[in-house]
């Protein structure tokens, strides 16, 4: 299984901060490479796939990057609904696996 | 719109059968570029991808190595609708289970998550 690691675990950030999340593979996956957001009793909501693809109705301050085995996903000015658990997921090979989330919260 | 409902018990004896239901509108179960997955959620094992059944001229399953003695993922094609059945359950199967929609590798549709609990 292509295992996904996301750091940081956790962060605090303020209104209007720039905002970085990494995920790394443990092998190559191309750009086969998603992020989702997920708020406390939702389903996760996808917000960019292929490693940069905006989903639709995402806001543009959401952007992503990488491939290979490197990836991040940057919110350019936080915002007050931004507060949630990003996690990264891949789409290379079976099974799909996710990162194991990072928690955004209020400083 | 696509939306997907899901529907099952929330509380499952151990050793028993969790079994819970997608209920799928705006698509069809039969469609030839989606794949019907079910993924669960726990604190202790994060987000997991269970397996899928998908409709290629045939049906086709796969299922994750963990749980492949265990799982089975069925279309009900007369209810536009699939169903995991997850047997010899025991407490680590306690989780959210979410069904969802795969299209070109994405997960952009979601159930809104059934909350299983293991427990006699």
């Known amino acids: 299984d292509i295992q996904m690691t996301q750091s940081p675990s956790s962060l605090s950030a303020s209104v209007g901060d720039r905002v970085t999340i990494t995920c790394r593979a443990s092998?190559?996956?191309?750009?086969?490479l998603s992020w989702y957001q997920q708020k406390p009793g939702q389903a996760p909501k996808l917000l960019i796939y292929?490693?940069?693809t905006l989903q639709s109705g995402v806001p543009s301050r959401f952007s992503g990057s990488g491939s290979g085995t490197d990836f991040t996903l940057t919110i350019s000015s936080l915002q007050p609904e931004d507060f949630a658990t990003y996690f990264c997921q891949q789409s290379y090979s079976l099974p799909r696996t996710f990162g194991q989330g990072t928690k955004v919260e209020i400083k | 719109q696509i939306q997907l409902q899901q529907s099952g018990p929330g509380l499952v004896k151990p050793s028993q059968t969790l079994s819970v239901t997608c209920a799928i509108s705006g698509d069809s179960v039969f469609s030839n570029s989606a794949a019907w997955t079910w993924i669960r959620q726990s604190p202790s094992r994060g987000l997991e991808w269970l397996g899928r059944?998908?409709?290629?001229?045939?049906?086709?399953?796969d299922y994750a190595v963990s749980v492949k003695s265990r799982i089975t993922i069925n279309p009900d094609t007369s209810e536009n609708q699939f169903s995991l059945h997850l047997n010899s359950v025991t407490p680590e199967d306690t989780a959210v289970y979410y069904c969802?929609?795969?299209?070109?590798?994405?997960?952009?549709?979601w159930g809104q998550g059934t909350l299983v609990t293991v427990s006699s």
């Open positions: 092998q190559s996956i191309n750009s086969y």
């Open positions: 059944t998908y409709y290629r001229s045939k049906w086709y399953n």
């Open positions: 292929t490693a940069s």
């Open positions: 969802a929609r795969e299209f070109v590798s994405v997960y952009g549709f």
